[in-house]
Structure formats: structure tokens, C-alpha cells
């Protein structure tokens, strides 16, 4: 995207969200907004239509933040792409699909993964067709008790910008890396609240589709395009349903399926 | 269409996976997930096989010395009560 802000504060602020991860596509197209100031507060134009009226530099990034992911999303669509609403890490080359309900534990379990050395790609959206996927890369929403349950976030957590109040933890810009990739699945994992100490056990197909059809945000795509193509990504996939607890657990029953 | 001749709705789009079969009915915007046994009586409905002929394929392909003749009803039942099945 390209941003034509009025001033440092406000350009400074929308180029600290941006995502640093690199990916291996083709920009789509390059989105263009500009920022005026108009009375005492700013006025937001995409591609030269008005998109909003916002009172400060803070709220012009939110939302030039909010109307990009939702324009990717609808430029993704329009190639074919369905976007499920989950994680996506590579470990040691495998690639692993965490999904579950809002809440459940999908950027805490990423984020653990990620301090871990692991290859995150995203905690919310990823896209598929044709039976790969790619992460959308937005920077992982960190919520304000990120740090204890991942306690390496502690010193992080206070320097990482935030959109609409929630702490955005961009891999790149923190020394991790974000490398992104279009590759097929390996493993699903269906986050859910069973009781007990986390524990991976195996799953049916028809088990992840039953939880990933919920998850999948169509935009343009009809409800049979979205099935065959979640029927695709699940193509000589793994699942495995691992139940919520603490991160640090949930990633040693995780590795010890992944890795197995 | 006769109940003792089942078959398939008209309209569906059925996609298969690994255990089972995913069953999208468009007229009622519902989608619907078939585990293995379930996926073999569908795919045996096909409007000319009779409910016993249906459980006796079943029979024979898990190699039962009994006809599951309650459990097959039991399923054609439930598949025709969620409309993909007539």
C-alpha cells in the first residue's frame, strides 16, 4: 500500500503496523490512501474515494489498517482464494494449521510456538485453493495477558504498537523472522476446551471439517466452492484435537505428534 | 419416491475425505457429515435397491455373519429425516 499522510506522527504510526513478512506472490494491486487533515480532525480516502472521518493520527491508523485486510480479503477471494479463519505454523517443515473458536487459544498457542524458534506464518486468517494455503500476513494481536502465559513477552508487550487497543506483535520487527509461504497442510489441530491436561489425540476428517466449515469467512466464493476447497486442503492431512492449557503443555502434546 | 427404494437427493454436492463424506444441500443450505458406515448406505441409495438389499451390501462388505438390518434403517431414517436422502 501507499499512505500520503499530512504529517511524521501519522505516517509513522500506520508504517509501524505494516507487515514486514515476505511472501512469495505477486502483489494483486497496490492500495492506495491518503490521509488529509480537514478541520480538526482527518478524513481517509482509498483508491480517492472518502472512507472516513477519524478525530487523530491513532484512528486514521486503525483504520487504514481494518479497510486494507478487508480489501486483501476481497482481491483473495476474487482469485479463487477461501480464507479460514485460523493459525499457521511450520515446524521442523511441517505445516500445521491451528484452528478453533475465537478465544480459544490460537495466538497464545502461536505465540508460545514463535518465541519457541518455530516459523509462524499467522494466528488469524489463512487462506486456500487448490490444496495449498498461505497465511494473511497481519501482525499477531497480542491480548494484555499475553505475558503471563508466554512470559518471554513480558519486555515486548509495553514497546509493540496497537491497533484499536490490542498489542500487534509483527514476527519481523521483533527478531523472529516472517517468512511466508504457499504450501500444502501437514497437520490440522482443533483447539477445544477438554478437560484434562493438553493432550493431542486423533481426529476424523469429517471431525475438521465439522470445526473449519464454521471458521470459514466467504466473501465472494459460494458455500460449494468453499467446501471443495477445504476438501482440498485436508487432502492426506493429519488432524488432531488438542485440548486447552497451559501454552508451554500444549506445545509439547503438539510437538510430540508433529515431530513424531 | 418410494421409502423402500432410497435415494439420493437431488442437488447435492458431495465431497469425499479421508473417513466420511461431506454433503452440502444446497435447497437447504445445510451441510452435513457422513462417518464411513453412514457414507457407504448413501452411496447404496440409488433409488432401485431395496432398504434389505442395502443392509445386506453392508453386511457383506464389514463381513458381519448378521444382516445389520435395525442399524441401516436406523441411518436411512436419520438420512432422510436431514432431507438428503428420499
Known sequence: MRVNAPDERTAAGIEAIAPTAGQPMKPLRTMHYDIEINGHGLVILEQGDVVGRVDGPEAARDLVYIRTHRRAFELASLVGWVRVH??????????????????????????????????????????????????????????????????????????????????????????????????????????????????????????????????????????????????????????????????????????????? | MSTEHPNRADGLDVHEVEDGLVVYHAATDRVHYLNPSASVIFELCNGERTNEEIAELVGAAWGLEASPRDEVAECLERLRTEGVVG
Open chain 1, 86 to 260: 485460523a493459525a499457521l505454523v511450520d515446524i521442523g517443515g511441517r505445516r500445521v494449521l491451528v484452528a478453533g473458536p475465537s478465544g480459544v487459544g490460537k495466538t497464545t498457542l502461536a505465540v508460545r510456538l514463535l518465541v519457541d524458534g518455530h516459523a509462524v506464518q499467522g494466528d488469524e486468517s489463512v487462506l486456500v485453493r487448490a490444496g495449498t494455503a498461505i497465511a494473511v500476513p497481519r501482525p499477531l494481536h497480542v491480548e494484555a495477558d499475553g505475558a503471563s502465559l508466554v512470559p518471554e513477552l513480558a519486555p515486548l508487550l509495553p514497546r509493540l504498537p496497537r491497533v484499536e487497543g490490542t498489542a500487534v506483535l509483527d514476527p519481523g520487527r521483533c527478531g523472529f523472522g516472517w517468512q511466508l509461504r504457499e504450501a500444502p497442510l501437514d497437520h490440522v489441530v482443533l483447539l477445544g476446551r477438554d478437560p484434562g491436561a493438553p493432550s493431542c489425540r486423533r481426529a476424523a476428517q469429517t471431525e475438521a471439517m465439522t470445526a473449519l466449515v464454521p471458521e470459514v469467512f466467504p466473501v465472494t466464493e459460494t458455500k460449494r466452492v468453499l467446501l471443495g476447497e477445504l476438501t482440498a486442503a485436508l487432502a492426506g492431512v493429519a488432524v488432531w484435537r488438542l485440548s486447552v492449557g497451559e501454552p508451554a503443555a500444549m506445545r509439547a502434546a503438539l510437538l510430540d505428534v508433529v515431530e513424531r
